[in-house]
């Protein structure tokens, strides 16, 4: 059982954890996280399970978590920005926990738009919905599962090949509390900063990229791409260096 005082004990936020839901099971975090925000909640509100049996990741894919052993949280963010920069969210989210896990003695890698590598295995992933009025978005849920104590036995067998976790790589086991208070406590000065900050973003998320002037492949549409990843574009997008030429790639996905 997680355990919210805990994670208040450790934070250092003024908005990001102020208000816990804890729930032993819930289908979808992010999903209670919007039933919140329609009740009321306030800003950086978080909703967490130590059961999710229906969570999802990109494109409408089952995110697979064990009960007891990951960590799958929500964040409800109320903030003012516009439409077109909704791509830098999951970046930003994916640097804070590199940030915090460094804390950890964990060293991850980042893989665009939204995983989180650790041994060129899946560690998590990020999921962002965003609700827009006009051209600017107004609210924000970030989705984030970790695999954290789990042993590579205990994984979904379907991603025993291609997941790890951080009781995998260094045969301890976590508080889960202080790793999430932690990647609140990072989290919330760049979001706060956000969108003033985007070169600080970029610099920090190129420099944690395991693909970075790599070739990558990826699907526009049905057709199967491939292309040199050169970096960040100004709306969090990727530019891919497709047979000479600079190309932005916005809402794909790399292989």
Known sequence: MLFANLVQANLKTKRLGQQIEYY????????????????????????????????????????????????TFSILINKTIPAELIAWIPLISSISIKKALSNFNINIVLKWPNDLILDNKKLGGILCESKIIGNSLKKIVIGIGLNINESIKELNQSIQNSATSLYSKSGELYQRERILAEILNQMEPIIDEFPKNIDFVRNNWESSCCHINKEIEFYQGSKKMKGEFKGLGETGSAILNIDGSDIEVINQEII
């Open 24 to 71: 032993t099971r819930l289908s979808s975090t992010n999903k209670e996280a919007w039933d919140l925000n329609n009740n009321g909640a306030q800003s950086g509100a978080i909703v967490i399970t130590d059961n999710q049996y229906k969570g999802k990741g990109r494109n409408n894919r089952d995110w697979l978590s064990t009960p007891n052993k990951s960590l």
